[in-house]
Structures are given as structure tokens and as C-alpha cells.
């Protein structure tokens, strides 16, 4: 009956500079993307997750890559006009110390990773999912080595600090995190150790995500950790945090056969990208994406919250109700929410059948399940912006 | 009274002829903390090594299968209100169903206390 993942780590997964400290904190170990990760600690996931909102969290996020985009010019606005060849975004309204939330596109309008980028002065930062890295590296190499250095980080950890709490304690170690707001990110001294420290994170509660050279990266947790309002957080809560704040995982809310509209991330598409706007397309899939912002796409992702007990998981499939043969859509997430103590998920619908209060059925084990389609987030965030 | 258990970290709980049947205490602690048991229909007939009941973490659903054959005459509709029982008391209060045992001969496969303490071990 337990599913074989539990297993532990095998020599040909990669490590994190924080592997020592999950083994030594009792964390069950499991294979994520070519590393072997800590899934949960002694905790357990769901008072992991419960402590996160209502704490802090420390996540080890160092599995995701970490690349800066120097100018070759040494004018930003050269980088951030390149890196607009790739992405929906606005890049050049990115301001100095400020990040924001895109995606890189493909030829239909799918998408190839999602992504951070952030304006640190004279070079961009971007921080990439850790699946996709190589190829999010390869990428950024063929379309901007004209005008754009391409330097990976592989020597830097990054320390997600989430929760209520993250900001009193990281305020003890750094002056001038409180007077951060949401999607402020740039270079901070922690500890004595120089650092890049953004205001995010993929939880839903106020945070920081912070890049520590790896060397450092092990004492930098530890002091964090030390702070009785913080317990180390495994991928399983993780998960469950994400879920509740309607957050899309790469590979299976979007992949490359959904467009940032059918994905409903048309909140990240600025104006100056979109038909009308200053420098509108000119991205991979833009007529796609374009058309589709005007119009609409034919499906659209919804979330999706169960009437019953049972949770509903990924690769359920959703029909319009409770006789009918053909499915009309798919669960890509799903699971069961500690905070709300109820299962919540999310999917793709068509459009036409997407309307929030609407019931549809997920088929789960031969019965056909209630579920009703509800707004997202699932959890208010709160972030500080 | 005996109890037995499975490879696959069910016990067995043996009165006569009928077995009851839970998952074990290592079995919750690697599941993590239970939050939804699925049972099987009072009546049913299983057949050893089918899917008879389900558990579900907050992270994923894992499969119980029937350690015997067998007809369902009972189970634990605690489970449905409490499925936390899972974690406090696996080899108590959260057992999952009893079973009317369709051939004794099938016991004879399974572990005694001692056996399934060297199989975790």
C-alpha cells in the first residue's frame, strides 16, 4: 500500500547545499527533478503547511535555476528588450529593484517554463523552474547571445522564508526588510553574507525567497531555523500551499499545450504587450496569445472544490454531469487543503461551462464526485504590497 | 485471538471466522496524516489482493488490498467522520473492515508479529 517514493536517496540524484542539514533535521528524502529533495520532515506535511500560515516556513528551493542576464552594452534596457523577445511581459517597465511573474512562450502560444525576472540595475535576474533549466538556459542562449551574457548561478542556493513571521525574522538579521513590498527584490547583506532578496514566494503569504552563495547557504538556514517561529518545510506542503493560493506547477496546471490565457495568467500580460499596446507581440505564439486575449480562449483553468470528503487528484477526469460518457475536461492539481480542511483542485474546462458556482463531476475510482467551480485563490494571500 | 499482517503493512486480526482488518502503525507513519478512508460496501466479496479500501495524506491516495477473500460484514464508519483515528490508532480504534474468512489456507501466507517486525526492521 505505500507508494515507492518513500524510498531514499539514490547517488545518481543531485544535491542541494542544504542536503546535510534536511538529512540531519530527520527529512524524508525523495527524487524531484533530478535532486533529491526533502518532501517532509518529522512534522508531517500538514502541520508543515498549517505552521507555514500561520509562522514561518523555511523551504530549500535550491533546485531552481538561477541565470542573470548582463547586457552586453551595459544598458539595462538592452537586456530587458532582449529577454522581450521571449516573454509576454513588460520588461522594460520593469523598474530598478523591482521583480515580476512571466512566462517563455512557444511558437503555438504554449508555454515552455514560467519564471521570475528581476531588475537588479545593470543586470537582470531570472530565477527558472528547476525541470527546465537546462533547456530555459539553452533558450535564452540561441535567442539573446547578441545582446545578453547568459550566467547560470549553479554556485548559489535559494532560502524561501514564508509565513506571517518571515518578516520579523529575517528583519533580525538585515535592516530594511519591513520597508520591502511585495515583488521588491535586490541585493541585501544577511548575516554577513551577501545575498539577493526578493519580496515572493509560491505560497500565498507574505515571504522572501533568498540566493545565498552555497558555501554559506548551510549556516544562513541554520541561523533562520534557529528562530523557534520557523520549522524547516518539505515539497509536500509546499505543494499544498501553492494549491490553496491557485498557483500554477509547471509541467501540470501549464506546459507547452496551454496559453497564459487558457491558464487565466492573463493579470501577468501588461498593456504595452498586448494588441494597441507599444510593443505589442513580437514573442513566441503572439498572434495566439494576442487573438486569444481579445477573444478568449476555448478552455480555461478553474478551481474546483469538492462537495464531499474524498480529494480529488491529478489526471481526474471532469464531466458535465453525473451519466454523461464523454469528459469535458481534466484535473491538473489536486489534493487535500489543511487550511480549509477540505479538498481543493484545479483544471481545465471549456470555456462555455467555466462560470464560477457551476457543477461538474470528476470521475474518481468508477464514481462520478461533485465539484463545484470556485474563485482562486482558494486561501486569501497576503501579501505586503 | 491472533493477529497477522501483510507485506504490505495491513494486520489481521483473526476471532473465529471472521478477520478485522487496519493498516499498521508504520504503515500511518509513513502515510502521514490522514485525512479522507475510502471502504469498501458491506456485502462485497473480495478477492485476495484486490483494492479494497483507500487511504488518502494531504500529499497522495495509497490502495488497500484485500490480505484474504472473503465477504465485507462490517466496517469502520468512524473512519469517515475521524480518519486522523488512522494516525493515533492504527492498530486499535482505526481498524477498517471485517471480513467472513472465504478460505483459511490463505492465512497461512501471512506474517506473525515477529516475522513483520523483521520485515520493517
Redesign the interface.
Known amino acids: 500500500m505505500l507508494a515507492t517514493d518513500a524510498q531514499t536517496s539514490q547517488s545518481s540524484l543531485k544535491r542541494t547545499p542544504l542536503h546535510a542539514l534536511h538529512v540531519a533535521s530527520g527529512a524524508r528524502m525523495v527524487p524531484f527533478a533530478g535532486y533529491d529533495m526533502p518532501v517532509q520532515y518529522a512534522t508531517g506535511v500538514l502541520k508543515e503547511h498549517l505552521h507555514t500560515r500561520s509562522s514561518a516556513g523555511l523551504f530549500d528551493v535550491s533546485h531552481m535555476g538561477q541565470i542573470l542576464l548582463r547586457p552586453k552594452s551595459g544598458r539595462l534596457e538592452d537586456a530587458a528588450h532582449a529577454l522581450e523577445r521571449l516573454v509576454p511581459q513588460d520588461i522594460l517597465a520593469l523598474a530598478p529593484g523591482r521583480q515580476r511573474y512571466a512566462q517563455f512562450t512557444n511558437k503555438s502560444g504554449g508555454l515552455l517554463d514560467d519564471l521570475m525576472v528581476a531588475n537588479f540595475g545593470d543586470h537582470l535576474f531570472v530565477v527558472v523552474n528547476a525541470a527546465c533549466k537546462a533547456d530555459d538556459e539553452a533558450h535564452l542562449r540561441a535567442h539573446l547571445s547578441d545582446v545578453c551574457i547568459i550566467e547560470p548561478l549553479p554556485g548559489r542556493a535559494l532560502i524561501a522564508l514564508q509565513g506571517p513571521k518571515a518578516e520579523t525574522v529575517l528583519g533580525r538579521f538585515c535592516d530594511g526588510i519591513a520597508s520591502m513590498r511585495f515583488m521588491d527584490a535586490g541585493a541585501r547583506r544577511l548575516n554577513g553574507i551577501d545575498c539577493f532578496v526578493s519580496r515572493s514566494g509560491y505560497t500565498g503569504e507574505d515571504g522572501f525567497e533568498i540566493s545565498v552563495p552555497a558555501d554559506a547557504a548551510e549556516s544562513l538556514a541554520g541561523a533562520l531555523l534557529a528562530d523557534e517561529a520557523v520549522l524547516p518545510i518539505g515539497l509536500g506542503a509546499r505543494d499544498s500551499l501553492r494549491l490553496e493560493a491557485g498557483l500554477c506547477l509547471y509541467g501540470h496546471d501549464i506546459d507547452t499545450s496551454t496559453t497564459p490565457v487558457e491558464a487565466a495568467l492573463e493579470w501577468s500580460i501588461q498593456k504595452s504587450r498586448r494588441n494597441g499596446g507599444a510593443r505589442a507581440g513580437g514573442f513566441p505564439g503572439a498572434e495566439v496569445i494576442l487573438d486569444q486575449l481579445e477573444q478568449g480562449a476555448a478552455r480555461r483553468r478553474v478551481g474546483l472544490r469538492a462537495e464531499g470528503r474524498a480529494p480529488v487528484r491529478e489526471g481526474a477526469s471532469l464531466f458535465a454531469d453525473a451519466a454523461s460518457s464523454e469528459p469535458i475536461g481534466t484535473v491538473t492539481s489536486g489534493g487535500f487543503s489543511p487550511s480549509l480542511n477540505a479538498p481543493v483542485a484545479m483544471g481545465y474546462l471549456p470555456s462555455a461551462q467555466a462560470a464560477p458556482e457551476g457543477l461538474v463531476f470528476a470521475e474518481v475510482r468508477g464514481q462520478r464526485l461533485p465539484l463545484r467551480i470556485s474563485p482562486m485563490p482558494f486561501v486569501q494571500n497576503t501579501y505586503k504590497r | 485471538m491472533t493477529t497477522l499482517y501483510t507485506a504490505?503493512?495491513?494486520w489481521l486480526r483473526i476471532e473465529g471466522d471472521v478477520a478485522t482488518i487496519g493498516?499498521t502503525d508504520y504503515?500511518q507513519s509513513?502515510?502521514?496524516?490522514v485525512?479522507?478512508v475510502?471502504l469498501p460496501k458491506v456485502g462485497r466479496t473480495l478477492k485476495k489482493a484486490e483494492a479494497a479500501a483507500?487511504?488518502?495524506?494531504?500529499?497522495?491516495?495509497?490502495?488497500?488490498?484485500a490480505p484474504i477473500s472473503g465477504e465485507v460484514t462490517e466496517v469502520n464508519e468512524a473512519l469517515?467522520a475521524e480518519?486522523a483515528l488512522v494516525n493515533s490508532d492504527a492498530a486499535g480504534k482505526a481498524w477498517f473492515f471485517k471480513v467472513k474468512i472465504a478460505d483459511k489456507g490463505e492465512l497461512g501466507s501471512l506474517m506473525d508479529e515477529a516475522a513483520y517486525q523483521k520485515h520493517i526492521a
Open positions: 504490505d503493512h495491513e493498516v504503515a509513513q502515510l502521514g496524516d485525512v479522507f475510502e483507500v487511504v488518502e495524506s494531504v500529499k497522495a491516495a495509497s490502495d488497500v488490498y469517515a480518519p
